[in-house]
């Protein structure tokens, strides 16, 4: 008769499984049942383009790339009128308009969104940039989007046709924020789209030459000096639009929470300050497992395991469960696991409503009798 005694049950190696770096402050997305998602996916035939790439990485650059040589930079949206939507003005475009930086970001968060990658506008802008003349380059949006394949926040500026890497490694806006202070910048690489939105001077309302003069200022330091300041939206919702948004503004020993931002008085209510990288680079799309004995009441070990997961995915759908060698299946947890003699390993992944498979988490465990 076997031995009911353990002589060993532990965990050997946990793979993909830190605990969710949570944000003290909820993000809300895009409903993934917003029409106008539908809509903008069908009309752009976006789903192709997500099952032509091999990573959610090369999607994002995909997508970047595409809208970067959609329109140029021009400032249709400031003398034509605004539109709520990326998908209005992605219509608009197709009778020649073109527009800022801002809807450049705005419209790159929808057509992610729209295929199941987390993604938000950010504001930038120089550390000079408190008090302004009117002419002056006032700041920039980027978008920053969540890579699964990368497991961070990674900035794509549609607008700039552009990310930056640090030895082969695609970086977040404080990444780049922190180059710029350390006096690194000039070590980034500035990778470039195929096709770099020119700039439609004709259609500024005011001196084109000064223009001219501040996009050279604009472009001479890599646009790195933009990252000085940063402020991020909670609220990433375009068609379903909430009454407010809070707006975090970054700061530290680097920059101070502001007194002025272009030219006006910063209110109490305009930003809520943080310095804890927790808050702007929460993780997101992966499991952190727990495995705990099930089935006794009386605390004594036991070989039939409960399986538990947290997770922090936007539009979650399920898990997916997968024992030693076996297939991928749907599973609600926790889950119930017998593990046999010797090394076993159970692995699980959240999958979003979009269908988007999330960062596999996995723990391998041994389990040995007297």
């Not at 394949?149 to 780049?176: F, M, N």
């Not at 997968?322 to 119930?336: E, F, H, M, Q, S």
């Not at 010797?342 to 988007?356: L, S």
Request: hydrophobic share 35%.
């Amino acid at each position: 008769m076997k031995s009911t005694a353990f002589k060993e049950l532990r965990v050997l190696a946990g793979k993909n499984n830190p605990p969710i770096r949570e944000s003290r402050f909820a993000f809300s997305y895009e409903s993934f049942r917003a029409a106008g998602l539908k809509r903008l996916r069908q009309r752009y035939d976006f789903d192709a383009l997500s099952a032509s790439a091999t990573s959610d990485w090369e999607l994002m650059c995909a997508l970047r790339d595409w809208l970067s040589a959609r329109w140029d930079h021009g400032y249709d949206n400031t003398t034509k009128g605004d539109s709520p939507t990326g998908l209005e003005y992605l219509m608009r475009s197709e009778q020649g308009e073109s527009f800022t930086c801002a809807i450049f970001a705005h419209t790159l968060v929808e057509m992610l969104t729209c295929v199941g990658i987390p993604a938000r506008n950010l504001s930038i802008g120089r550390g000079s940039s408190d008090f302004i003349a009117p002419q002056d380059e006032v700041g920039h949006s980027i978008c920053e989007a969540w890579s699964n394949h990368h497991r961070k926040w990674i900035v794509l500026d549609a607008d700039a046709g552009a990310h930056y890497e640090s030895q082969g490694v695609p970086l977040s806006a404080l990444e780049i924020r922190q180059a710029w202070l350390d006096g690194r910048w000039q070590e980034l690489n500035f990778v470039r789209a195929p096709r770099v939105p020119a700039i439609r001077y004709e259609t500024f309302d005011g001196s084109r030459h000064q223009l001219a003069k501040e996009f050279r200022k604009f472009y001479r330091r890599n646009i790195i000096d933009f990252y000085e300041n940063l402020v991020y939206p909670t609220t990433h919702r375009h068609f379903y639009r909430p009454r407010q948004a809070r707006r975090l503004m970054w700061f530290d020993a680097g920059c101070h929470p502001r007194m002025v931002r272009h030219s006006v008085a910063v209110a109490p209510e305009d930003y809520t300050v943080t310095s804890r990288r927790d808050d702007v680079e929460h993780s997101l799309n992966h499991a952190f497992l727990r495995v705990f004995c099930a089935g006794r009441t009386d605390r004594k070990p036991s070989q039939t395991l409960q399986v538990h997961a947290e997770t922090q995915t936007p539009w979650f759908s399920h898990y997916e469960v997968k024992i030693g060698d076996g297939a991928w299946r749907r599973a609600a947890l926790p889950v119930t696991w017998k593990v046999q003699e010797g090394d076993n390993t159970v692995a699980v992944r959240p999958v979003n409503a979009f269908r988007r498979i999330g960062i596999e988490s996995s723990l391998t465990l041994r389990m040995s009798r007297k």
